[in-house]
């Protein structure tokens, strides 16, 4: 399998493939674009017949494998075997079975409109992103035992990537996390799942601005491609491959606990801020996993449902962006929506590095076809199974309420704004999937608000927020970031 850059133009320093294990510590390419494969590879009827049998960690190997195929088949049934287990997925609710990993509850099934809830957030920082950072963590640390090499990662949150990937990171031989957040932008039990880690590879900076300044400077360090290398600096955030092929596997295992035979589809509903889990549906898709609808569901800060609306992608700057009760989705910048650009322009690079060029220079492109539009390529936006929705912080409280009502259950605010959106995009006949963003404990602020009383939290999370915090405060300064980056990685 071999990986090509959205950006590679002729005179692009990434327009040659690259191997799986050769973008597997990095994140963006040299030329500024994302990596994704050359072709997607195809999953047949039968082997979709067959892994309906399988475990979640052998489902995962298999679906690895056809992406990772410079890694020794053996190392990766190793890999993938030593992280999915039910003991690193341990927080399985009342009801849930922790050796199925991502269990799902029917929450409605009648007139045949099915919804269903899929669980992601039974990891150590209970929250979707350990399904991927976890098996970033172990293959990260392959990759570098075997060259004896060290990896400092340089990383951005607006809430749930940060803590997920200290914590798959924490003790990993040969490597450091730097990873910035927005200062007072994420709730209380967020930051202390970061700020109280004492690990001593592990460096929390918060940062005076919003998510998308934490962003531009991870960008910016990693575009200066002779620091990038002297400092040997990776990422772990979404626009890291490894991280959306891992995401690809709940997708396949949601479709097949859902149905019965490959004839059928089913749709999933996403919360949505920068596309990397939605990304890796549309992946599936694009293998042949039978899915009907793609729903991307944003809050307040609609960059991404104003385009599958209109066709228009519009950043906003951090005047315009919202600090919303559902806080990892306070994006304005959506990075892994580059991917899904690159197919939806039939694959054209050259055409995609001037779309994303544009972004830098005009703050976004318009593909509507209408009058002083950069294209008219959003009529094709259907064929790939897309819609979109939003919602209000008002709309977040009564959809918890509701779920607390009608289905006994308690869910965070960001698998609210999925719910409220699934909801109106239910098709008779085909199961509609909400994947779950994290466990309410995680926004204990607003479950309070909603139902009056405390989420229920999992043990050894009691106490987290009177923990002693160890972080750092600095300015959106590049060149003040580059100076502490490089005061503590010894190279």
Same mark, same amino acid.
């Given at each position: 399998m071999q990986y090509v850059s959205t950006r590679a133009t002729s005179a692009s320093a990434s327009r040659n493939p690259e191997t799986f294990s050769s973008i597997l510590l990095?994140?963006?390419?040299?030329? &500024?674009?994302?990596?994704?494969?050359?072709?997607?590879?195809? $999953?047949?009827?039968?082997? /979709?017949h067959a892994w309906r049998s399988? !475990?979640?960690?052998? /489902?995962?190997?298999?679906?690895?494998?056809?992406?990772?195929?410079?890694?020794?088949?053996?190392? /990766?049934?190793?890999?993938?075997?030593?992280?999915?287990?039910?003991?690193?997925?341990?927080?399985?609710?009342?009801?849930?079975?922790?050796? %199925?990993?991502?269990?799902?509850? /029917?929450?409605?099934?009648?007139?045949?409109?099915?919804?269903?809830?899929?669980?992601?957030?039974?990891?150590?920082?209970?929250?979707?992103? %350990?399904?991927? +950072?976890?098996?970033?963590?172990?293959?990260?640390?392959?990759?570098?035992?075997?060259?004896?090499e060290e990896l400092n990662i340089f990383g951005a949150t607006s809430g749930d990537t940060g803590s997920a990937a200290e914590y798959a990171m924490r003790g990993?031989?040969?490597?450091?996390?730097?990873?910035?957040s927005p200062s007072g932008k994420m709730s209380a039990f967020q930051t202390a799942q970061m700020f109280s880690l004492q690990d001593p590879n592990i460096f929390n900076i918060a940062v005076e601005g919003v998510f998308d300044d934490c962003q531009?400077?991870?960008?910016? $360090?990693s575009n200066d491609l002779s620091f990038k290398a002297r400092h040997k600096i990776g990422t772990v955030n979404s626009i890291n491959w490894a991280r959306v $092929?891992?995401?690809?596997?709940?997708?396949?295992?949601?479709?097949l606990a859902a149905t019965t035979g490959n004839d059928q589809k089913v749709s999933f509903t996403v919360p949505s801020g920068n596309f990397g889990n939605i990304c890796a549906g549309h992946i599936a898709r694009m293998m042949g996993l039978p899915i009907d609808k793609l729903v991307v569901a944003t809050n307040e800060n609609d960059v991404l449902d104003e385009f599958f609306r209109t066709g228009v992608y519009r950043v906003r700057k951090s005047s315009e962006t919202f600090h919303t009760s559902s806080p990892s989705m306070d994006i304005s910048k959506a990075s892994n929506f580059e991917r899904f650009v690159y197919d939806l322009v039939g694959r054209d690079s050259e055409?995609?590095?001037?779309?994303?060029?544009?972004?830098?220079?005009?703050?976004?492109?318009?593909?509507? &076809?209408?009058?002083?539009?950069?294209?008219?390529?959003?009529?094709?936006?259907?064929?790939?199974?897309?819609?979109?929705?939003? !919602?209000t912080h008002a709309e977040r409280l009564e959809t918890i309420r509701m779920a607390f009502d009608d289905y006994g259950l308690t869910i965070d605010t960001h698998t609210a704004d999925g719910l409220k959106v699934a909801r109106e995009h239910i098709t008779p006949g085909?199961? +509609?999937?909400?994947?779950?963003?994290?466990?309410?404990?995680?926004?204990?602020?607003?479950?309070?608000?909603?139902?009056?009383m405390d989420a229920e939290r999992p043990p050894g999370f009691e106490n987290i927020e009177a923990l002693p915090q160890k972080f750092v405060l600095m300015r959106p300064n590049v060149g003040e970031m580059k100076t502490f980056i490089a005061a503590h990685t010894g190279l």
């Open positions: 990095g994140g963006l390419a040299p030329d &500024g674009g994302l990596f994704l494969p050359a072709e997607y590879p195809q $999953v047949t009827p039968d082997e /979709l399988l !475990s979640y960690a052998e /489902l995962a190997y298999e679906i690895l494998r056809k992406f990772a195929t410079d890694i020794p088949d053996a190392d /990766l049934r190793e890999l993938t075997a030593r992280t999915y287990t039910p003991e690193v997925y341990r927080n399985a609710r009342e009801g849930e079975r922790a050796a %199925d990993i991502t269990p799902l509850r /029917l929450l409605e099934d009648e007139g045949g409109r099915k919804l269903i809830l899929q669980a992601l957030s039974n990891g150590p920082t209970l929250a979707f992103k %350990d399904m991927a +950072m976890q098996l970033l963590g172990n293959l990260f640390e392959y990759a570098l035992a075997k060259d004896d990993k031989r040969g490597v450091r996390v730097f990873m910035l531009d400077l991870v960008k910016a $360090v $092929v891992a995401q690809v596997v709940y997708y396949f295992r949601g479709y055409r995609t590095h001037a779309l994303f060029r544009k972004v830098e220079t005009h703050g976004g492109f318009d593909l509507s &076809g209408g009058p002083g539009a950069d294209g008219d390529e959003f009529r094709r936006v259907g064929e790939y199974g897309f819609v979109s929705g939003k !919602s085909v199961p +509609m999937i909400v994947l779950e963003t994290a466990l309410a404990a995680k926004f204990n602020e607003t479950i309070l608000e909603a139902l009056g």
